[in-house]
C-alpha cells in the first residue's frame, strides 16, 4: 500500500504500471505470483567501514577493504525492505531545467577526447577531483558505535557538498577526503529523507565544483560513469550505460523513488552519494541504490538520483535546511486486475486508506475511490499521484477526478504541508 505523501503498509518490488498494490496483508491468489520476489529487492547500499585501522602505536594503517557493520536494516535483511515504510516523489524538480545553476569559479574542464584515449578516460580525469570520500562516525540502528564511508560531490567551490541521506542520518563526526588526498572535517547543512539527498560543508574555497547537467535530455543507451569509494577504496570509475529511466523504486529505509535513473555502471557500498556523469562529464544523479539478490554488492542494476531532482532539494537545503512538501493524506496503490470490475476502471491510484485531518478527508475521499486525474494531469498509477501531487505547492487548490462506484466525480482540495516524519 502506497500513500504519494505518507506511510507504506508493505513493500512492493518494482513492477509494470498496470500491476497491482492492494492494501495490508497478502496479496490476492492472482498477483501472489507476479509479487514473488523477496530476494530481488532495491536497498541503499550498505555503508562499508573505513579502509583503514588503529595499530597498537595508535598509527593509522591501510588495511583490506571490507563491508562493514554501519548497514540498513533491509541490507541485513539480504534486500528485505522493512514493513513500515514512507513514500516519497520525484516531482517538479524533475522536470525543472539546471540553466539556473550559477557557474562556479573552478569548475571541471570540459571534456576533450584526444586521439588514443577513450571517452571514459577523458570523463575520469575531468571529474575526479569532483568527488570525494566521506569518512563518518556515529551511531547506528544496527551497531551501537560504527564508522564507515560513503561518497560525495562538490557542488560549490565553497565548501558544499551533495551526498546521500542515508549516509549521513548516522553521523556523530564526518571527514571529507578530497581527491588530493587532504582531509577536511565536515557538519551537516541538511538532509531530506523522502528524496536521499544530504548536503554536507567544509570550511574550504577553492575546491572544484561539478559541472552539472540536464537529467531531461537522458536517453537510453548513453554512457554513464560511476565515480565514488566502493568499500572505502577512493576515486574508483566504473562505467556502463543508461539501463532505463524514471524507474519507480521502493528502497531500503522505506523510501518510495518513482523516476530515478537506471544504470548497470557497477555501484557498490560505498558508491552512495557518489556521482553518476555523462560522456560530457556533467553531473546526471547522485548514486543511491543498488538492486540486491541477497549479497550487498553489484548486480549490475543500479539506481541514481536525477540531478534534476538532487540539486533542486540540495539548494532548498542550503538556503534553509530543510524541504517543504506538499500533502495530500491518502494511502492506496495501482487498480488491481481484480477489483476492475466492481470498481468501474481498470488504471488510476486507488484509494486504501484516507488519513484524518487531512486536504483528502475535508474534500470528502474515502477508501474505494480511483483517482484518474490531478490538476489536469492523467493518473494512471499511484507512481503518477505521487508525482503529481509534489507538482503543486502548499497552498494550491487543485481539482482531483475520481471514480466512485463506477461514476466520475470531481472535488477540490487545497494541499497543506507535509508533516514530518
Same mark, same amino acid.
Given at each position: 500500500?502506497?500513500?504519494?505523501?505518507?506511510?507504506?503498509?508493505?513493500?512492493?518490488? /518494482?513492477?509494470?504500471?498496470?500491476?497491482?498494490?492492494?492494501?495490508?496483508?497478502?496479496?490476492?491468489?492472482?498477483?501472489?505470483?507476479?509479487?514473488?520476489?523477496?530476494?530481488?529487492?532495491?536497498?541503499?547500499?550498505?555503508?562499508?567501514?573505513?579502509?583503514?585501522?588503529?595499530?597498537?602505536?595508535?598509527?593509522?594503517? @591501510?588495511?583490506?577493504? @571490507?563491508?562493514?557493520?554501519?548497514?540498513?536494516?533491509?541490507?541485513?535483511?539480504?534486500?528485505?525492505?522493512?514493513?513500515?515504510?514512507?513514500?516519497?516523489?520525484?516531482?517538479?524538480?524533475?522536470?525543472?531545467?539546471?540553466?539556473?545553476?550559477?557557474?562556479?569559479?573552478?569548475?571541471?574542464?570540459?571534456?576533450?577526447? =584526444? *586521439?588514443?584515449?577513450?571517452?571514459?578516460?577523458?570523463?575520469?580525469?575531468?571529474?575526479?577531483?569532483?568527488?570525494?570520500?566521506?569518512?563518518?562516525?556515529?551511531?547506528?540502528?544496527?551497531? /551501537?558505535?560504527?564508522?564507515?564511508?560513503?561518497?560525495?560531490?562538490?557542488?560549490? +567551490?565553497?565548501?558544499?557538498?551533495?551526498?546521500?541521506?542515508?549516509?549521513?542520518?548516522?553521523?556523530?563526526?564526518?571527514?571529507?577526503?578530497?581527491?588530493?588526498?587532504?582531509?577536511?572535517?565536515? @557538519?551537516?547543512?541538511?538532509?531530506?529523507?523522502?528524496?536521499?539527498?544530504?548536503?554536507?560543508?567544509?570550511?574550504?574555497?577553492?575546491?572544484?565544483?561539478?559541472?552539472?547537467?540536464?537529467?531531461?535530455?537522458?536517453?537510453?543507451? *548513453?554512457?554513464?560513469?560511476?565515480?565514488?569509494?566502493?568499500?572505502?577504496?577512493?576515486?574508483?570509475?566504473?562505467?556502463?550505460?543508461?539501463?532505463?529511466?524514471?524507474?519507480?523504486?521502493?528502497?531500503?529505509?522505506?523510501?518510495?523513488?518513482?523516476?530515478?535513473?537506471?544504470?548497470?555502471?557497477?555501484?557498490?557500498?560505498?558508491?552512495?552519494?557518489?556521482?553518476?556523469?555523462?560522456?560530457?562529464?556533467?553531473?546526471?544523479?547522485?548514486?543511491?541504490?543498488?538492486? +540486491?539478490?541477497?549479497?550487498?554488492?553489484?548486480?549490475?542494476?543500479?539506481?541514481?538520483?536525477?540531478?534534476?531532482?538532487?540539486?533542486?532539494?540540495?539548494?532548498?537545503?542550503?538556503?534553509?535546511?530543510?524541504?517543504?512538501?506538499?500533502?495530500?493524506? =491518502?494511502?492506496?496503490?495501482?487498480?488491481?486486475?481484480?477489483?476492475?470490475?466492481?470498481?468501474?476502471?481498470? *488504471?488510476?491510484?486507488?484509494?486504501?486508506?484516507?488519513?484524518?485531518?487531512? /486536504?483528502?478527508?475535508?474534500?470528502?475521499?474515502?477508501?474505494?475511490?480511483?483517482?484518474?486525474?490531478?490538476?489536469?494531469?492523467?493518473?494512471?498509477?499511484?507512481?503518477?499521484?505521487?508525482?503529481?501531487?509534489? *507538482?503543486?505547492?502548499?497552498?494550491?487548490?487543485?481539482?482531483?477526478?475520481?471514480?466512485?462506484?463506477?461514476?466520475?466525480?470531481? =472535488?477540490?482540495?487545497?494541499?497543506?504541508? @507535509? /508533516?514530518?516524519?
Amino acid at each position: 500500500m502506497t500513500d504519494p505523501d505518507g506511510p507504506w503498509r508493505r513493500h512492493d518490488p /518494482p513492477r509494470h504500471p498496470d500491476s497491482s498494490q492492494t492494501s495490508g496483508g497478502d496479496p490476492p491468489p492472482a498477483e501472489a505470483a507476479a509479487q514473488a520476489r523477496p530476494n530481488h529487492v532495491p536497498t541503499f547500499p550498505p555503508i562499508p567501514t573505513r579502509a583503514g585501522s588503529a595499530d597498537e602505536d595508535g598509527t593509522n594503517r @591501510r588495511s583490506s577493504p @571490507r563491508i562493514g557493520l554501519i548497514t540498513l536494516v533491509a541490507a541485513l535483511l539480504g534486500g528485505v525492505v522493512a514493513a513500515t515504510a514512507t513514500v516519497a516523489a520525484l516531482d517538479r524538480r524533475e522536470v525543472e531545467p539546471t540553466a539556473t545553476v550559477r557557474e562556479q569559479p573552478t569548475q571541471a574542464p570540459e571534456i576533450a577526447v =584526444v *586521439q588514443g584515449r577513450t571517452q571514459v578516460e577523458a570523463v575520469a580525469e575531468a571529474v575526479l577531483p569532483t568527488v570525494v570520500q566521506i569518512d563518518i562516525g556515529g551511531q547506528s540502528a544496527v551497531v /551501537p558505535t560504527a564508522a564507515g564511508n560513503g561518497s560525495g560531490v562538490v557542488y560549490r +567551490t565553497d565548501g558544499y557538498i551533495i551526498t546521500n541521506n542515508h549516509v549521513v542520518e548516522s553521523a556523530d563526526d564526518m571527514e571529507v577526503v578530497l581527491a588530493d588526498g587532504s582531509r577536511e572535517q565536515a @557538519r551537516l547543512i541538511g538532509r531530506d529523507v523522502l528524496s536521499d539527498i544530504a548536503v554536507i560543508k567544509v570550511d574550504r574555497e577553492d575546491l572544484t565544483a561539478i559541472r552539472v547537467g540536464d537529467s531531461s535530455q537522458l536517453r537510453v543507451g *548513453q554512457l554513464a560513469v560511476a565515480i565514488g569509494s566502493p568499500f572505502g577504496l577512493e576515486g574508483s570509475v566504473t562505467a556502463g550505460v543508461i539501463s532505463a529511466l524514471n524507474r519507480p523504486i521502493s528502497v531500503g529505509q522505506g523510501i518510495r523513488l518513482p523516476n530515478v535513473i537506471q544504470t548497470d555502471a557497477p555501484i557498490n557500498p560505498g558508491n552512495s552519494g557518489g556521482a553518476l556523469v555523462g560522456a560530457d562529464g556533467r553531473l546526471i544523479g547522485i548514486n543511491s541504490a543498488i538492486l +540486491t539478490t541477497g549479497a550487498q554488492a553489484n548486480a549490475g542494476v543500479g539506481f541514481a538520483v536525477p540531478v534534476a531532482t538532487a540539486v533542486d532539494i540540495a539548494d532548498e537545503l542550503i538556503d534553509s535546511g530543510s524541504v517543504v512538501y506538499p500533502f495530500l493524506g =491518502v494511502e492506496g496503490g495501482n487498480v488491481p486486475s481484480t477489483a476492475a470490475e466492481r470498481l468501474g476502471v481498470d *488504471q488510476g491510484a486507488l484509494v486504501t486508506a484516507v488519513q484524518n485531518n487531512t /486536504p483528502a478527508a475535508d474534500a470528502g475521499l474515502r477508501v474505494d475511490d480511483v483517482v484518474i486525474e490531478f490538476d489536469g494531469n492523467e493518473i494512471t498509477s499511484m507512481d503518477d499521484l505521487i508525482v503529481a501531487v509534489r *507538482q503543486g505547492e502548499v497552498g494550491d487548490t487543485v481539482e482531483v477526478v475520481y471514480i466512485r462506484d463506477g461514476d466520475e466525480r470531481t =472535488v477540490e482540495v487545497t494541499l497543506v504541508e @507535509r /508533516p514530518e516524519l
